[in-house]
C-alpha cells in the first residue's frame, strides 16, 4: 500500500542543507498496523507529511496503492486525502465554534455525501468511540481523550484506508493514551491500516512492527 523508494527531503537553511527525510526506504502492506519511532527532529512529521500527500519528496518515489504521487497535481493529492487517508494529530485539530458532530461532519460535506448519509456516518463513528451522546459538545467541554476520539471518529467517518497519527497519545495522561491506543487496535483488528508516528517506546511496541527513524534515516529493527 505504502512504498517509499529513495525518498529524500531536504530543507535549506542559509548556506547548510538539513536532510529531514535522507533516502528514505520503506514498505507498509494493506492492513498492517505500523509504528515509526524516532526521538525529536528525527524526521517523524516530515515522514507523515510524505506519506499523507501533505508533502511531495525532492528526489525518490512515493507509491501510494501502486500510484506514483509525485505526478499529481495539488487539486488530485487533496482528494486523495480526504478519500483514503484518516490524519489524526498530537493537538487534535478540531474546529472549535463547532460540535463534535458538526467537527466529524465537515470533511463529508466535503466529500459531497448527502446530508441523511451524512448524520448515519457520524452517529456510527461517534458509537465506535464510544461518544454516543457527547455529539453536541463543543472541544472546550470535552476532556483531552475525548477531544482525541472526536478526531478519531472524523477520520473513521470518511472511511480511509489508511489511518495516519501524529503523536496521537503525546497530550494525554498515560491512562487516557491507553484508551486511544485500544481505539487504533480495534480499527486494527477491523482489517484497517494504520501508522503511528510517536516519540514514546512504550507507545511504538504496541504496533505490529517498529521502524526506527534517526536523522532522516530509515532503520527496520526486527523485534
Ligand atoms: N519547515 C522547515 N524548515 C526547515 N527545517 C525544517 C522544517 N521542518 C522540519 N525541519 C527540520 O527537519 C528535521 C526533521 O524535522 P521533523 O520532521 O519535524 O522531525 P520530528 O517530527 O521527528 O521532530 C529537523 O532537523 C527539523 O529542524
Ligand atoms: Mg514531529
Known amino acids: 500500500m505504502i512504498v517509499l523508494n529513495d525518498v529524500s527531503k531536504v530543507y535549506h537553511i542559509g548556506e547548510s542543507e538539513v536532510y529531514a527525510l535522507d533516502h528514505a526506504n520503506m514498505r507498509i502492506r494493506e492492513g498492517e498496523f505500523v509504528s515509526i519511532i524516532g526521538p525529536s527532529g528525527s524526521g517523524k512529521s516530515t515522514m507523515m507529511n510524505i506519506i499523507g500527500c501533505l508533502d511531495i519528496?525532492?528526489?525518490?518515489?512515493?507509491?501510494?496503492?501502486?500510484?506514483?504521487?509525485?505526478?499529481?497535481?495539488?487539486?488530485?493529492?487533496?482528494?486523495?486525502?480526504?478519500?483514503?487517508?484518516?490524519f489524526i494529530f498530537q493537538t487534535f485539530n478540531l474546529i472549535g465554534n463547532m460540535t463534535a458532530a458538526e467537527n466529524?461532519?465537515?470533511p463529508l460535506i466535503y466529500q459531497k455525501i448527502s446530508r441523511e448519509e451524512r448524520k448515519e456516518q457520524v452517529a456510527q463513528a461517534l458509537e465506535k468511540v464510544r461518544l454516543s451522546g457527547r455529539g453536541k459538545h463543543k472541544p472546550n467541554e470535552l476532556s483531552g481523550g475525548q477531544q482525541q476520539r472526536v478526531a478519531i471518529a472524523r477520520a473513521i467517518a470518511s472511511r480511509p484506508s489508511l489511518f495516519l497519527a501524529d503523536e496521537p497519545t503525546g497530550n494525554l495522561d498515560s491512562a487516557t493514551g491507553r484508551e486511544i491506543m485500544e481505539l487504533f487496535h480495534e480499527l486494527h483488528t477491523q482489517g484497517n491500516t494504520i501508522v503511528l508516528i510517536t516519540h514514546d517506546n512504550s507507545i511504538a511496541r504496541q504496533a505490529s512492527r517498529s521502524i526506527h527513524i534517526l536523522d532522516g534515516k530509515i532503520r527496520e529493527v526486527a523485534r
Open 104 to 106: 466529524i461532519e465537515l
Open 57 to 86: 519528496a525532492d528526489s525518490g518515489q512515493y507509491l501510494l496503492d501502486g500510484q506514483p504521487i509525485e505526478e499529481y497535481t495539488e487539486t488530485e493529492l487533496a482528494k486523495i486525502r480526504n478519500r483514503k487517508i484518516g
